[in-house]
C-alpha cells in the first residue's frame, strides 16, 4: 500500500483502537450481561468509525485537490476497513475466549495493546531507534487509558 493510503489505514486503526477503548471504558455496572451484545458493540463500533471515516474522507477528496493525484473510491475504503477490522477481530477473540466476568477487562487491555503494537510497528518502520519506538508505544497506551478514563468521569 503507498504512503498516503497506508497512513489513511494506520490512522482508521489509530482511531478504533482508541475507539473501542473508549466506548469498553462504560462502567461495568451499566455493561449488557450477553457476550454476544459485546461482540455487536465492538463490531458496530468499528464498521460505523470506519463507514463514517470513509464518506468524510470521499467527499473531501472530491472537493479538495490532491497534489499526489486522486485514489479511487474502493482504495479508500479498504484503506479504512482492513486494519479496524483486524483490530476488532483481535478484541473480539479475545473477548470470546476469557471468562465473561473480565470480557469488558479484556477487550480494553486489547484495544489498548493494538493501540500500542500499532504504534511501536509504525515508529519502527520509520526508522525510530526501539527504545523510541517502545516509549511512543507507552505513552499511546496511557493516552488511550486517559480518554477512557475522562470519559467514565463524563458519563
Not at 473477548?95 to 493494538?114: E, I, K, Q, S
Request: aromatic share 6%; net charge neutral; hydrophobic share 55%.
Amino acid at each position: 500500500m503507498e504512503g498516503e493510503l497506508r497512513r489513511e489505514a494506520v490512522t482508521m486503526g489509530f482511531y478504533v483502537c482508541v475507539t473501542l477503548f473508549a466506548v469498553l471504558a462504560v462502567g461495568d455496572e451499566q455493561w449488557p450481561e450477553h457476550i454476544g451484545e459485546l461482540l455487536a458493540l465492538i463490531w458496530l463500533s468499528t464498521v460505523g468509525l470506519a463507514l463514517a471515516h470513509w464518506c468524510a474522507a470521499t467527499i473531501a477528496a472530491q472537493l479538495v485537490p490532491d497534489a499526489t493525484g486522486h485514489h479511487r473510491t474502493v482504495d479508500i475504503l479498504t484503506a479504512h476497513v482492513v486494519l479496524p477490522s483486524a483490530v476488532a477481530a483481535t478484541t473480539s477473540v479475545v473477548v470470546l475466549v476469557v471468562p465473561d466476568d473480565v470480557a469488558l477487562l479484556a477487550g480494553r487491555l486489547t484495544a489498548a495493546a493494538c493501540l500500542a503494537l500499532l504504534v511501536a510497528a509504525e515508529a519502527r518502520r520509520g526508522e525510530r531507534s526501539r527504545g523510541r519506538a517502545i516509549r511512543l508505544a507507552v505513552v499511546s497506551f496511557a493516552c488511550a487509558a486517559g480518554i477512557a478514563v475522562l470519559k467514565r468521569l463524563i458519563f
